[in-house]
Nanobody, 115 residues
């Protein structure tokens, strides 16, 4: 079992920055990759980016160049650094952990960008 807890969301002005955290606990060694997703009310979750076990990162075109995923293995935490935020980035952000046979989600954290 893996537990994921996001934090760091909040209200920020357009052009500002936020850093989200996703703290993992449980059988962390079983995680092959960690993803960030985001979701608007009533819509499907949108993939934001991924960091693999080996540290490779990939991003959606909509955030490439503005968002960066990193991790601190000593804290079992993955981060999503979001810069140059835009009002359309106002969404609930989720982290997801993938193992060989299961998918785990955090509870989400709200990001609101004011214009």
């Amino acid at each position: 079992q893996v537990q994921l807890v996001e934090s760091g969301g909040g209200l920020v002005q357009a052009g500002g920055s936020l850093r989200l955290s996703c703290a993992a606990s449980g059988t962390i060694a079983s995680i092959n990759a960690m993803d960030w997703y985001r979701q608007a009310p009533g819509k499907q979750r949108e993939w934001v980016g991924r960091i693999t076990r080996g540290g490779t990162t990939t991003y959606a075109d909509s955030v490439k160049g503005r968002f960066t995923i990193s991790r601190d293995n000593t804290k079992n935490t993955v981060y999503l650094q979001m810069n140059d935020l835009k009002p359309e980035d106002t969404l609930v952000y989720y982290c997801r952990g993938l193992t060989d046979d299961r998918t785990y989600w955090g509870q989400g954290t709200q990001v609101t960008v004011s214009s």
